[in-house]
């Protein structure tokens, strides 16, 4: 990897190295924090989480081939070189900011409450049709996983294209400290983490954090129909860039057009110029990920053809609005997370759908001291949507169960756990449904997903 020398790696990490110092020329191959994934050459940072500690398994990494560890203990009798740190885990934060820095590269930061991932996964699929682009993978996006990714980097890519999540004030500095973005994307502001940022005010303060370590010549692109994000006229003295729905914005999307269940065609204006797209997912929010990405392609200098091939060749990933069929059954997956805003967004996906309309949902996490009233607001809005049944696990998604017990032909099952919920749903399914699974990580609804679709 360039530049993680040793030598430089001691010196970023502000730590002592132990070992031969003819050694400290030799650079690492790469970096890890999994000790199953350490390879000849790796760099493996012990890490004392809440439920293992890495520096049991330094032995381990020495034998598979690693060339160095970075320890916060000193480990007498060693013989393999390893750096003393204070904090692993602010040594890999350091170490990732300066190997970002070591590199001629252009990074694209995205932030907001919802659509983060689909946004990056657009706008990685548009960038590829012209450079050489690494992105987020899965959940890599908070203070230990965007430095992973970041050590991913090689001197071949040419954009990375980061995902940069938050719940706390403070961490959105420490992360774009790290990646120094050159352009920043943020989606909206919504209804998550209010258990910490308190109000959308708050969550646009924390989000913002996200320009204190922009370019001083980089660019901006928010959501222009974002009541919050609208706002904002000028920051750091970079103008934004708006784009959304709205004719009156410089980039919009409009003439939406379902095509069967899982396809959306639509128009994209920029100024003077229009062009259409076939976006291959489903739902009306992916009109804003095809503008924002297609926003980014034109300001690298992308001719609108690429851009369109680019937001076609994608397709869903696991998790998140990804369409299985199974035993004559529609699953529509979209259980790696959830809020109140992208809950809407999902039932108004399965409103969509013909036949019979299922959905299967949990707890939505860290929404504050309102929690039980949001659930009940999205129950509420579901029963609006013409749904024939609702599954629920958790003791919030009851909450969601009262508000949508206004449809009176809505059937309704509760129960306490998803474990609960698995042991009877398929006694309430029927074949040709089309069914939303959708909850908070942590309700590990995955597990409904796999039990539909084997």
Do not use: W
């Not at 939406?256 to 959306?264: H, N, R, S, V």
């Not at 309704?412 to 040709?432: C, K, Q």
């Amino acid at each position: 990897m360039k530049n993680l020398t040793l030598k430089n790696i001691a010196a970023a990490c502000h730590g002592i190295y132990h070992g031969d110092s003819a050694m400290l020329s030799k650079e690492v191959s790469d970096v890890t924090t999994d000790s199953r994934k350490v390879t000849e050459g790796s760099l493996f940072f012990a890490i004392v989480g809440a439920h293992s500690d890495g520096h049991l398994y330094i032995p381990d990494t020495y034998k598979k081939g690693a060339l160095c560890c970075i320890s916060q203990r000193e480990l007498p009798g060693e013989t393999h070189p390893y750096i003393q740190v204070a904090s692993s885990t602010e040594a890999l934060k350091d170490l990732a900011e300066y190997y970002r820095s070591s590199l001629d590269i252009k990074v694209i930061g995205i932030t907001g409450s919802v659509g983060k991932t689909s946004t990056k996964e657009m706008i990685a699929s548009v960038l590829s049709q012209k450079y050489t682009v690494l992105k987020t993978q899965g959940n890599f996006n908070n203070a230990i996983g965007l430095p992973l990714t970041i050590f991913r980097l090689r001197e071949e890519h040419q954009i990375a294209v980061l995902e940069m999540g938050i719940s706390e004030f403070g961490e959105m500095r420490v992360l774009s400290k790290i990646a120094k973005p050159d352009i920043v994307v943020i989606t909206n502001i919504g209804q998550c983490h209010l258990e910490t940022l308190k109000t959308r005010d708050g969550i646009l303060k924390a989000k913002s954090e996200i320009f204190e370590y922009l370019n001083p010549e980089g660019q901006i692109f928010l959501n222009g129909d974002d009541d919050k994000l609208c706002r904002m006229k000028e920051i750091n003295g970079i103008r934004p860039h708006f784009f959304g729905l709205d004719p009156s914005l410089e980039a919009y999307a409009d003439n939406e057009k379902e095509i069967g269940f899982e396809k959306t065609a639509c128009t994209l204006h920029f100024g003077n110029e229009s062009f259409p797209v076939c976006i291959h997912l489903p739902g009306h929010h992916n009109l804003y990920n095809a503008v924002a990405a297609a926003s980014i392609g034109r300001a690298l200098g992308m001719e609108n053809d690429r851009i369109a091939a680019g937001i076609e060749a994608l397709k869903p990933v696991s998790g998140r609005n990804n369409i299985l069929h199974h035993s004559g059954m529609t699953v529509i997956d979209d259980c790696y997370n959830a809020n109140p805003v992208s809950m809407k967004a999902s039932i108004d996906v399965l409103a969509g759908a013909r036949g019979r309309r299922v959905c299967i949902l949990g707890d939505m996490f860290e929404l504050g001291e309102k929690e039980k009233s949001l659930h009940y607001d999205v129950g509420a809005y579901l029963a609006t949507k013409k749904i024939s049944l609702l599954l629920t696990a958790g003791d919030l998604a009851k909450e969601l169960a009262r508000g949508a017990s206004f449809d009176p032909a809505l059937e309704i099952h509760s129960f306490d756990t998803t474990e609960a919920l698995a042991g009877h749903v398929l006694n309430y399914l029927r074949l040709d449904d089309t069914i939303l699974v959708k909850a908070s990580h942590g309700m590990q609804f995955d597990q409904i997903v796999k039990l539909l679709t084997t």
